[in-house]
């Protein structure tokens, strides 16, 4: 029972290239969503889904796609990275709203 | 809307007491308390959900003030193992996507 997995746990990427974050889950949880999180600024959500097929942006989501076409899984497209989405990505699920949310272990993506 | 955390940051001694205070400008519904360990992902502490109960589990306890969208969690007798980055999330409805505040850093010392 992994929970929630996050792939990969680094990566550097040069400006304009293009990459998707994986974060597959295992716990049968509706809700997924991605936050990035930098220094002083807490965790922001970019985009989080209520189930397969549904998904809406949150506070961040310009330079971000997503899409959720199982329960399971939930990844995270960089359009063409730029040195401000350097920063650590992290995936959460929740069993519903307003429930305990459990995050994976996060990519750390570097862009130069 | 992000809520405000405050303190920034708090160093204690063993032992010591701290309060965190959380507060949005909006009415809420719920507020979520997290603690995030260096390098870790955040780990959940409690949810508490309109109607102003106080919940706790060991030494960690939170109020929510729904009429003054404030939350505070209380530390108490803190230990070393308390050292981390406390974030809260807000809620404005029950099915509401949840905002994380900037975080506040606490330092547990000997």
């Known amino acids: 029972n992994a929970g929630v997995t996050q792939t990969p746990k680094f990566q550097v990427l040069k400006t304009g290239q293009s990459m998707t974050l994986q974060c597959a889950q295992d716990m049968n949880h509706e809700y997924m969503s991605w936050y990035r999180q930098d220094p002083g600024m807490g965790l922001r959500l970019i985009h989080y889904s209520v189930g397969a097929g549904i998904t809406d942006q949150g506070e961040v989501p310009n330079g971000y796609n997503v899409s959720r076409s199982t329960t399971e899984d939930f990844p995270l497209r960089l359009l063409s990275a730029a040195p401000s989405q350097t920063s650590v990505y992290f995936c959460?699920?929740?069993?519903?709203?307003?429930?305990?949310?459990?995050f994976g272990q996060g990519t750390r993506l570097t862009v130069v | 809307q992000q809520p405000v955390q405050s303190p920034q940051a708090v160093i204690l001694r063993e032992g010591e007491d701290a309060v965190i205070n959380c507060s949005s400008s909006k009415a809420l519904y719920s507020v979520h308390w997290y603690r995030q360990k260096h390098g870790e992902a955040p780990v959940f502490l409690m949810i508490l959900l309109k109607g102003g109960e106080q919940k706790g589990h060991e030494k960690i306890s939170a109020s929510f003030n729904e009429k003054k969208q404030q939350s505070s969690l209380y530390l108490t007798a803190s230990q070393l193992s308390y050292s981390g980055t406390y974030f809260c999330?807000?809620?404005?409805?029950?099915?509401?996507?949840?905002?994380f505040g900037p975080g506040t850093s606490l330092s547990v010392i000997p």
């Open positions: 959460a699920t929740n069993r519903g709203a307003n429930t305990e949310a459990f």
């Open positions: 999330g807000t809620a404005k409805t029950s099915y509401d996507k949840v905002i």
